[in-house]
């Protein structure tokens, strides 16, 4: 897995969002990719698995401000922990 280095952040190449020349079709076209090859291969062919995992409406029902105080006293990572905070504040 390559990395490319932009602004100073380095990003792997299977990072898609907020990236210049990078949309969802980008995203997905190396899934596809692996999944038309292994249709294509002799058997048994290799097998692709793909877990998609929505959290538009996760955290609706939750109190925010308890579930962020919660999360702020696990051992988490601190950059997990803000990345579920600006995630949630939006």
């Known amino acids: 897995v390559g990395i490319r280095v932009k602004d100073s952040f380095a990003l792997d190449d299977s990072q898609h969002g907020f990236c210049s020349q990078r949309s969802t079709t980008s995203a997905l076209l190396p899934l596809v990719t692996t ?7 002799a058997k048994p062919p290799k097998r692709t ?30 950059n997990i922990k803000r990345w579920l905070s600006t995630y949630l504040r939006g």
């Not at 999944?35 to 291969?41: H, M, R, T, Y």
């Open 35 to 41: 999944i038309a090859d292994g249709f294509n291969e």
């Open 49 to 78: 698995l793909v877990a998609a995992i929505d959290l538009s409406k996760a955290f609706d029902m939750v109190n925010h401000d308890i579930l962020l105080n919660k999360i702020g006293e696990t051992p988490l990572h601190p």
